[in-house]
């Protein structure tokens, strides 16, 4: 509560953005956020500037604010139109976003926090991956590699499931596609099994594999 921002990380990336500022050996060194602190680090090292003119090159910089008229505005389908002129969001942050925006924002905590985090640590954050083979279980045929999103959004709204019941069933399903990744049942022989299409980046079976193992 003393920190004041503006803008606030998820909490994963907020943990390892306050370990920059104390020593060095317990950074975390998986985390974007360290990636990115190392790069400008190193640049600026580079750059033949001093500490006053980076600071006043930073207070150039500006932030858009871009104000809604509810309810004729949709805050999703800005948030899709504005970064489609950047780097492309995968489909996981689409997704992520649809499911979320427009909750309160203790349940936007909560969901975030209870399923959405475990969801991706079990999936080793392959999440966009996931979910296609998701709606490849769910729908019985492959979306197209291109319309992922677009296949979640119809599915979603044609299943019709309470906002807490579809995430359980999402964990769920993420439990089994953990087996699958670190191929880790029950079972040494379905293991072994598991450790060789893995080996040899069998992906196209996924579907089926997670399937099973939820049922």
Do not use: C
């Not at 750059?47 to 006043?56: A, S």
């Not at 959405?116 to 279980?137: A, G, N």
């Not at 979640?152 to 019941?165: A, M, P, S």
Request: charged share 25%; no cysteine; net charge negative.
């Amino acid at each position: 509560d003393t920190d004041k921002f503006k803008l606030k990380s998820n909490p994963r990336d907020y943990v390892a953005y306050k370990k920059l500022f104390g020593d060095e050996k317990f950074y975390v060194r998986n985390s974007n956020i360290t990636a990115n602190y190392d790069y400008f680090y190193s640049r600026l090292e580079e750059l033949p500037i001093n500490l006053d003119q980076l600071l006043v090159s930073i207070q150039k910089l500006q932030v858009m604010v871009v104000n809604l008229n509810s309810p004729n505005d949709d805050p999703q389908l800005i948030f899709e139109s504005l970064n489609s002129t950047g780097v492309d969001l995968t489909d996981a942050d689409k997704i992520r976003n649809y499911l979320l925006m427009n909750e309160k924002q203790e349940f936007q905590v909560s969901y975030f926090e209870n399923y959405w985090e475990p969801i991706e640590e079990r999936t080793h954050f392959q999440l966009s991956s996931f979910f296609r083979d998701y709606l490849t279980v769910r729908n019985k045929k492959y979306p197209n590699i291109s319309k992922v999103y677009e296949t979640f959004t119809t599915f979603f709204v044609d299943n019709g499931q309470e906002k807490k019941v579809f995430f359980d069933e999402l964990s769920n399903y993420s439990y089994a596609y953990k087996q699958i990744l670190e191929s880790s049942t029950n079972n040494n022989k379905i293991n072994e099994i598991l450790k060789r299409f893995n080996e040899l980046q069998v992906t196209v079976i996924r579907p089926f594999l997670m399937a099973v193992l939820h049922e």
